[in-house]
């Protein structure tokens, strides 16, 4: 058995070639993300087409029945809303797709400086960012349905509990983050 030297440790491996494709494998490995990429890419072009096909449905269904009052422009309101949720979504299985293919597959990926991302922090990081508008939105529609004060406040005081926790978690990321990159600069 041949001992390589990695980093000051003794590594035991078997034989050059044995090293060669297990190295080869593990290299290749990361293509098997492309998986998750698709997955998550077919996800987002379904919710957008399922939206848009939603609203196209809402404006005929407003057409169709014709009527001008405070409670169709509700219907209309809530109904938005909650199209609107549909797209948060299909945006942050789009997030994850550019996200998950520039970390695995290319790094260099032409898309605009708000979608690059370099590490899997900063991608939790994007994440965190829509799911808070995504539970806003939520929160919206809630709101807006239940029209009354029945459980809107527990509701309210959950979703801001969670919207906190993520910032919390965003906010000690982000520092543990540029802790652990000032100690690799030193």
Same mark, same amino acid.
């Given at each position: 058995m041949v001992e390589e030297?990695?980093?000051?440790?003794?590594?035991p491996i078997g034989s050059r070639d044995d090293a060669t494709w297990l190295r080869r494998l593990f290299a290749s490995s990361r293509?098997?993300?492309?998986l998750a990429v698709i997955g998550s890419f077919l996800a987002a072009v379904t919710l957008y087409a399922y939206g848009a096909l939603?609203? =196209?449905?809402? =404006?005929?269904?407003?057409?169709?029945?014709?009527? =001008? @009052?405070l409670e169709g422009a509700k219907h209309l309101q809530i109904s938005f809303i909650q199209?609107?949720?549909?797209?948060?979504?299909?945006?942050?299985?789009?997030?994850?797709?550019?996200?998950?293919?520039?970390?695995?597959?290319q790094p260099n990926l032409p898309v605009p400086d708000w979608l690059k991302i370099h590490s899997l922090d900063q991608l939790t990081g994007r994440l965190i960012e829509v799911v808070g508008v995504l539970l806003s939105v939520i929160f919206l529609a809630f709101a807006f349905e239940s029209g009354s004060d029945f459980g809107l406040l527990e509701f309210?005081? @959950?979703v801001a509990l969670v919207v906190a926790a993520l910032s919390l978690l965003l906010v000690a990321s982000h520092r543990l983050g540029t802790t652990h990159r000032q100690s690799h600069d030193n």
């Open positions: 030297e990695q980093g000051g440790t003794p590594w293509y098997f993300v492309i939603l609203v =196209i449905q809402v =404006i005929l269904e407003t057409i169709r029945e014709y009527r =001008i @009052s199209l609107t949720d549909v797209f948060l979504l299909g945006t942050v299985l789009f997030i994850v797709t550019f996200g998950l293919y520039q970390l695995f597959i309210g005081v @959950s």
